[in-house]
T-cell receptor, first 118, second 114 residues
Framework: KAGVTQTPRYLIKTRGQQVTLSCSPI?????VSWYQQTPGQGLQFLFE???????NKGNFPGRFSGRQFSNSRSEMNVSTLELGDSALYLC?????????????????FGPGTRLTVL | SQQGEEDPQALSIQEGENATMNCSYK?????LQWYRQNSGRGLVHLIL?????REKHSGRLRVTLDTSKKSSSLLITASRAADTASYFC??????????????FGTGTRLTIIP
């Protein structure tokens, strides 16, 4: 089974621009979560999508948005980029249904997209 | 904000020695997981321990959980150079909708000296 893939792997943008990152989950997985990792704030949860619906959201400004398509692939968008948005953006996929039974799905992480804002 | 704080922030040991990392968290949890990250890459899941479990083993890994103290420890025995990485604990609470977000600790940077 192919793992979680993220594109692009590296991205350089300037302040004020917008960016779209893509994540393809493991085949059969319906849940995709996004995380931001910075040296100062560590790993922080952005949002989770399940069957094209946002199921959970972290404490990030509205400039950060996402969506999920019918094939479970997900994109996240950051508009009006700021220097502080420079980070490693990680995507994780899981089946997403174990929670219904009080269990925990293992989340499988992609390699990340390294975004640098100049 | 971080749910967990990990201790120590950095640890250097000789190959073959055991490495112990600790994680403390703030709120009640359903599960606690440990992840490894190599050089700013994606995270690799190591082990999950449920709130009603006290200890779990996986190969050279041993995880303990003390819910009364809201803390967990990860022990790596007989360390190898390949164990050099950052280690994170992550906690979650499961809702009726499914998996709650993972809340990560600050991480421990482990360096194994050959």
């Amino acid at each position: 089974k192919a793992g979680v893939t993220q594109t692009p792997r590296y991205l350089i943008k300037t302040r004020g621009q917008q960016v779209t990152l893509s994540c393809s989950p493991i085949s059969g997985h319906r849940s995709v979560s996004w995380y931001q990792q910075t040296p100062g704030q560590g790993l922080q949860f952005l949002f989770e999508y399940f069957s094209e619906t946002q199921r959970n959201k972290g404490n990030f400004p509205g400039r950060f948005s996402g969506r999920q398509f019918s094939n479970s692939r997900s994109e996240m968008n950051v508009s009006t980029l700021e220097l502080g948005d420079s980070a490693l953006y990680l995507c994780a996929s899981s089946s997403g249904i174990a929670g219904v039974y009080g269990l925990r799905d293992e989340q499988f992480f992609g390699p990340g997209t390294r975004l640098t804002v100049l | 904000s971080q749910q967990g704080e990990e201790d120590p922030q950095a640890l250097s040991i000789q190959e073959g020695e055991n490495a112990t990392m600790n994680c403390s968290y703030k709120t009640s949890i359903n599960n606690l997981q440990w992840y490894r990250q190599n050089s700013g890459r994606g995270l690799v899941h190591l082990i999950l321990i449920r709130s009603n479990e006290r200890e779990k083993h996986s190969g050279r890994l041993r995880v303990t959980l003390d819910t009364s103290k809201k803390s967990s420890s990860l022990l790596i025995t007989a360390s190898r150079a390949a164990d050099t990485a950052s280690y994170f604990c992550a906690t979650d609470r499961i809702s009726n909708f499914g998996n709650e977000k993972l809340t990560f600790g600050t991480g421990t940077r482990l360096t194994i000296i050959p």
